[in-house]
Every structure is written in C-alpha cells, then in structure tokens.
C-alpha cells in the first residue's frame, strides 16, 4: 500500500532552519505531484508548497522565499527546506501526494511537528 512518512521535525529557534523529508512507497512516486501542508494549531490545514513531476514548484506567499520544496525521484523523497523559521511556523507538517496538480490530494502521511521557539 502507499506510505508515506516524513520525519526531520522538532523543535528549533526562531530564525533556525530544518529540512523536513517525506520518503514515499507504493506508488510511481516520479509522476505525482508532491506537496506539504502545514496545521497551524487552532488553524485549517494550509497548503504551504507543491513540486510537480516536472519540477515546476509553487509555494503559499508567506512562505515563499524562505521554504524551499524539491524532490529526488531516484530515492522516492520529496523535502522540505525551512529557513528564517518564525514562531508562527509552529506546526504539523504533512507530506501529500496527487496524481494530478489541482485535483486534490490522494495519500496523506502522518504529520510531523515543527515548533519553533522565540
């Protein structure tokens, strides 16, 4: 079945920086537009970046220029670089995947936490 687990979460600074993986499994991970999402707590969950198969990417505007999403379709893995982390970062990240940009998310992984200190 499809797995998707991310890892590289914790607890950091603000300021500090994590890279953030999501390793996938049980799919062809090369033609599925890979995204994160972010729950902020008491907040809707957000879409904070997406990477295509083709390697366009795409970011939410508050995160754009200090997150950086990119895939390695050799090791089945899709990261997320998070730089000038902020307190407002503070939340679940999950790793998503869709068969096709805009039509909604096929697999979900489990979230992992970021929370950054100030």
């Known amino acids: 079945q499809v797995q998707l687990v991310e890892s590289g979460g914790g607890l950091v600074q603000a300021g500090g920086s994590l890279r953030l993986s999501c390793a996938a499994s049980?799919?062809?991970?090369?033609?599925?537009?890979m995204c994160w999402y972010r729950q902020c707590p008491g907040k809707e969950r957000e879409l904070v970046a997406t990477?295509?198969?083709?390697?366009?990417?795409y970011y939410t505007t508050s995160m754009k220029g200090r997150f950086t999403i990119s895939r390695d379709n050799i090791k089945n893995t899709v990261y997320l670089q998070m730089n000038s982390l902020k307190p407002e970062d503070t939340a679940v990240y999950y790793c998503?995947?869709?068969?096709?940009?805009?039509?909604?998310?096929?697999?979900w992984g489990q979230g992992t936490q970021v929370t950054v200190s100030s």
């Open positions: 990477i295509t198969s083709f390697g366009n990417t």
């Open positions: 998503a995947a869709s068969q096709k940009y805009g039509l909604g998310v096929d697999y």
């Open positions: 049980g799919l062809t991970f090369g033609s599925y537009v």
